[in-house]
């Protein structure tokens, strides 16, 4: 019997593809360059023996700056070179608790259908002293003011949702992170002529240096607080060690009449 379509839920969409595209536009690489150029200052000053990149919006290895050694990719159909594929969900990763040492995850707040449920995992599967890195859109820029003054206001890249880098950085420490630093990428606005772009170039002179955290991109490093509690062991309660204190040894000059 079909339900009606009151109770009928439908399947949130993918957003990932429609992004995809927009990355393969001539401002998407140009944006892209400027994340890669980003986290290649991060990516050489962390450490570990596993990293994994979440999401499929762009096929670039994200890692290359890395100098951890095995690195994974995880999506629907991953396909990055220079990266172990791993076909699972990010909300659900098969990996063991605390085994991970550093996780990427790019513009995965702005497409997941739960951002928390997203942090939650890629926290589980970090060691203790373990980094995230999370790159995102950043509503205070000028592209989020070019958001406000356009319609309609879900057209790529804003697809969902924005998450403020500070808003996000109160989740993070809610999950028990240390928010290590913020920094931002792409100062020019969202203009689709390359010819106009570049006579704004002199803004990716004066961004960094006099507003650092109004990039189009922003990029958020947080560690994983180590736990400082030490583990209760179960003691094993055996009545001969119980009973030996109060039993103690025989006295001197007693023998036990061992005869029944």
């Known amino acids: 019997m079909d339900l009606p379509r009151l109770f009928q839920f439908d399947p949130p969409p993918d957003l990932q593809p429609d992004l995809a595209q927009w990355y393969a536009c001539e401002l998407g690489q140009d944006v892209l360059r400027a994340e890669e150029a980003l986290l290649a200052d991060i990516l050489p000053e962390l450490f570990g023996y596993h990293a994994v990149q979440l999401g499929q919006v762009v096929k670039h290895n994200l890692l290359t700056a890395s100098r951890i050694r095995h690195r994974t990719v995880v999506g629907a159909a991953p396909t990055v070179t220079g990266l172990s594929p791993l076909v699972a969900l990010p909300e659900q990763l098969p990996f063991a608790t605390g085994s991970i040492d550093l996780v990427l995850i ?56 924005f998450v403020s880098p500070q808003r996000l950085a109160d989740w993070m420490r809610l999950l028990d992170f240390e928010v290590v630093g913020l920094e931002s990428a792409f100062f020019v606005p969202p203009l689709q002529s390359a010819i106009v772009r570049r006579r704004f170039a002199w803004l990716e002179h004066l961004g960094p240096r006099y507003w650092s955290q109004g990039g189009a991109s922003y990029v958020l490093l947080a560690r994983k607080h180590e736990s400082c509690l030490t583990p209760i062991r179960n003691r094993i309660f055996t009545p001969q060690r119980a009973l030996a204190p109060i039993l103690g040894e025989p006295h001197a ?5 061992r005869q029944p």
Not at 253 to 257: K, L, T
């Open 253 to 257: 000059g007693f023998e036990i009449d």
């Open 106 to 161: 790019h513009h995965g707040v702005d497409t997941a259908v739960s951002t928390h449920a997203l942090l939650r995992e890629a926290s589980r599967v970090l060691i203790p002293g373990g980094h995230i890195l999370v790159v995102g859109f950043n509503p205070w820029s000028l592209w989020g003011l070019w958001r406000l003054l356009r319609f309609p206001w879900s057209r790529v890249p804003w697809l969902r949702r």
